[in-house]
C-alpha cells in the first residue's frame, strides 16, 4: 500500500457543482439552475438549453410520444410548445391517438379493463371506434395520412374539449403529427368500422411523412422521444435506415430519452444507434415533461 496525497488522487465532484437553495419566489429558470451540476440535473438543463437553442435557430425539433404522455394528462403542457412552433413534426402510436380523441370529445379516457373486460365491454366505444377510423379512411382516401385527418376532424367537429387536443393544436399549427399503428394493438381494430387496407394506407403515408420530417434534422437539432417501448424507437431506427440508404442521412442530432424506465428500444433506436449524442433522463413524465416544458419556455 502506497498512500499519496489527495490532490494527487484528484476528485470528480467539486463543491461549485453543488445544488442551490431557491428562495420564495423564484422562477422556473431559478429552479432550474438551482439544480446541481451534476448527472440527471445537468443533464436536463443541458436538453432544456439544446431544445431552447434549436427553436431560436428554427433547427427541427422532433417530438416522438406514446400513449402515457396524453393519459397522464400533459396535453396543456405540451399544447403550448407546439403553438409556440417549438416543435418540427410530432409522431405518435395508435393508442395515444385514441386518447387524444377521447379527451377532446369527452374530456375524458382510460378505461378500467380488469372491470370492462369481463362484463365484455372493453374497448367497446362505439363513437372512439367510429371516429379513429373515420379519420383512418379520410386519411387514406385523400392521400393527407392518418395524424393530420384525425387532427382536421376534431377541429371540424369542434370537440368540447379541442383545447386539450395535441392533434387539434399540431392541425391548427400546421406542424405534421404522424400516427404509426401496428394493426390489432388498438381497441378501435376490434369494431366492424376498422378497415386494415385503409389504416395501413394511412399509418404508411404517415411513415413517409415521417421519414422526410427525420431527413431534415441538422447536427443542432433535437429529437425527444417519451413513453414508447417499442413502436416508436422502430419507426425512428428505420426511417433512418431508409435515409442511410439513400444517401440522405440526417445529421448528428442530439437524442433524449424520458421514461420512466430505461428501456432496451429506446436507449439503443433512439439514443445510441442513430444519435450523434444522447441523453437519458429516467422519471415520471408528468414530473420531468412539465419541467421541461417549462425550461424551454423560460429560456426563450
Known amino acids: 500500500m502506497r498512500p499519496v496525497p489527495a490532490a494527487r488522487v484528484g476528485h470528480k465532484v467539486r463543491i461549485e457543482q453543488f445544488g442551490t437553495p431557491v428562495g420564495k419566489g423564484a422562477s422556473v429558470d431559478d429552479l432550474l439552475r438551482s439544480l446541481p451540476d451534476l448527472l440527471a440535473g445537468r443533464d436536463l438543463n443541458a ?9 431560436r435557430a428554427k433547427e427541427p425539433v422532433l417530438f416522438l410520444f406514446g400513449a402515457h404522455v396524453v393519459k397522464c394528462g400533459l396535453a ?5 410548445l407546439i ?8 409522431a405518435t402510436n395508435g393508442a395515444a391517438a385514441i386518447h387524444d380523441y377521447e379527451i377532446a370529445r369527452f374530456g375524458s379516457t382510460s378505461e378500467n379493463v380488469p372491470e370492462n373486460l369481463p362484463r365484455g365491454i ?14 383512418a379512411r379520410e386519411g387514406a382516401e385523400e392521400g393527407i395520412g392518418f395524424g393530420e385527418a384525425l387532427g382536421r376532424a376534431i377541429v ?3 370537440a368540447p374539449h379541442r383545447e386539450q387536443s395535441i392533434f387539434a393544436a399540431a392541425h391548427e399549427s400546421g406542424v ?17 368500422s376498422a378497415d386494415g387496407a385503409a389504416i395501413g394506407k394511412a399509418t404508411m403515408l404517415d411513415f413517409l ?3 422526410a420530417s427525420v431527413e431534415k434534422l441538422t447536427d443542432r437539432s433535437v429529437v425527444l422521444h417519451a413513453g414508447s417501448a417499442v413502436i416508436l424507437p422502430e419507426v425512428f431506427l428505420k426511417a433512418v435506415a431508409m435515409l442511410q440508404s439513400a444517401g440522405a442521412a440526417p445529421g448528428r ?8 424506465n430505461r428501456g432496451y428500444r429506446p436507449t439503443e433506436n433512439v439514443l445510441r444507434r442513430p444519435s450523434g449524442e444522447g441523453i437519458q433522463l429516467t422519471g415520471h413524465h408528468e414530473i420531468l415533461l412539465p419541467l421541461l416544458a417549462a425550461g424551454i419556455l423560460s429560456r426563450l
Open 47 to 55: 436538453a432544456i438549453d439544446r431544445v431552447a437553442d434549436a427553436a
Open 76 to 80: 396543456p403542457v405540451l399544447v403550448p
Open 83 to 90: 403553438r409556440r412552433g417549438i416543435f418540427s413534426a410530432l
Open 122 to 135: 372493453f374497448g367497446m366505444a362505439e363513437e372512439t371506434a367510429e371516429g379513429l377510423n373515420g379519420a
Open 156 to 158: 371540424r367537429a369542434k
Open 176 to 192: 405534421p403529427i404522424t400516427v404509426h399503428v401496428a394493426l390489432g394493438t388498438d381497441i378501435v381494430h376490434m369494431h366492424p
Open 209 to 211: 411523412s415521417f421519414v
Open 253 to 260: 442530432f442530439l437524442a433524449v430519452n424520458l421514461d420512466m
